[in-house]
C-alpha cells in the first residue's frame, strides 16, 4: 500500500522566515496534493502535482515534485501567521477523482511573531 | 468551483445513540464519495468509499455495522454513526472527485458524552 511520510512533525518559524516541508512516498506518485487544515475544520486544498519536475506557486506558497514523482516539497517563503496550521499531502494512486487519497500524517506549523 | 457541503458541522450526542452526518456536492455529480475519520493530531484516514447505488466500500477495520452508509443519489451520501461511543469522537470529513481533483467537506466534528 501506498505510505507518505511527512517531514517534519511540527515545526515552529518566526515570522518572517522561510521553510519547507517535505513529502516522500514509497511508491510513484500519480497525483500529490497538497492541503491546509485547522483541527477540527475542512482541509483547505493547495495544490496538485501531477508531473515529474513539476513546480506550482500560489501567493507565497511553491510546491514542487522530483523527477522521480517520490518526492515533493512545499516552500513558504516569508511566512506569516495566517500560514499556521497542519500541513498535508496526499497522494492518489490512479490520478483519478474516483480514487480515495492516503495522506501523510501532517506537519504542524507554528509561526511567532 | 466545485463545492462539497457537510452538515452538521458539530454534534454532541449521548452514548448509545446514532448520528447522521450528510455529505452533498452542490455543483456536480459524485458517483463516489470518500468518508475519512480523523482522531487528534492524526492523519486522515480512509473509512469507507460510498459508490451511488450500490453497496459502501470499507476500509479494514472499520465495521459496516457501525458505520452505516447510504449513498442514494448522484450528489448525496450519509454516513450515520450508529450506537455511538465516546470512543467514536472524531472528526469525519467526506470527499467527492471532479475529474482530477478531489474536493472535501467542511468536516463534522463529533463529540459523544
Known amino acids: 500500500s501506498q505510505e507518505l511520510e511527512q517531514s517534519p512533525q511540527s515545526l515552529i518559524v518566526q515570522e518572517g522566515k522561510n521553510l519547507t516541508i517535505n513529502c516522500t512516498s514509497s511508491k510513484t506518485l500519480y497525483g500529490l496534493y497538497w492541503y491546509k487544515q485547522k483541527y477540527g475544520e475542512g482541509l483547505i486544498f493547495l495544490m496538485m502535482?501531477?508531473?515529474?519536475?513539476e513546480e506550482k506557486s500560489h501567493e507565497k506558497i511553491t510546491a514542487k515534485l522530483d523527477e522521480k514523482k517520490q518526492q515533493s516539497s512545499l516552500h513558504i517563503t516569508a511566512s506569516q501567521p495566517s500560514h499556521a496550521g497542519i500541513y498535508l499531502c496526499?497522494?492518489?494512486?490512479?490520478?483519478?477523482?474516483?480514487?480515495?487519497?492516503?495522506f501523510g500524517k501532517g506537519t504542524r506549523l507554528s509561526v511567532i511573531a | 468551483g466545485a463545492v462539497v457541503s457537510q452538515h452538521p458541522s458539530w454534534v454532541i450526542c449521548k452514548s448509545g445513540t446514532s448520528v447522521k452526518i450528510e455529505c452533498r456536492s452542490l455543483d456536480f455529480q459524485a458517483t463516489t464519495m470518500f468518508w475519512y475519520r480523523q482522531f487528534p493530531k492524526q492523519s486522515l484516514m480512509l473509512m469507507a468509499t460510498s459508490n451511488e447505488g450500490s453497496k459502501a466500500t470499507y476500509e479494514q477495520g472499520v465495521e459496516k455495522d457501525k458505520f452505516l452508509i447510504n449513498h442514494a443519489s448522484l450528489t448525496l451520501s450519509t454516513l450515520t454513526v450508529t450506537s455511538a461511543h465516546p470512543e467514536d469522537s472524531s472528526f469525519y470529513i467526506c470527499?467527492?472527485?471532479?475529474?482530477?481533483?478531489?474536493?472535501f467537506g467542511s468536516g463534522t466534528q463529533l463529540s459523544v458524552l
Open positions: 470527499s467527492a472527485g471532479l475529474g482530477e481533483k478531489l474536493f
Open positions: 496526499g497522494a492518489d494512486t490512479w490520478n483519478s477523482g474516483n480514487t480515495p487519497l492516503v
Open positions: 502535482l501531477q508531473k515529474g519536475g
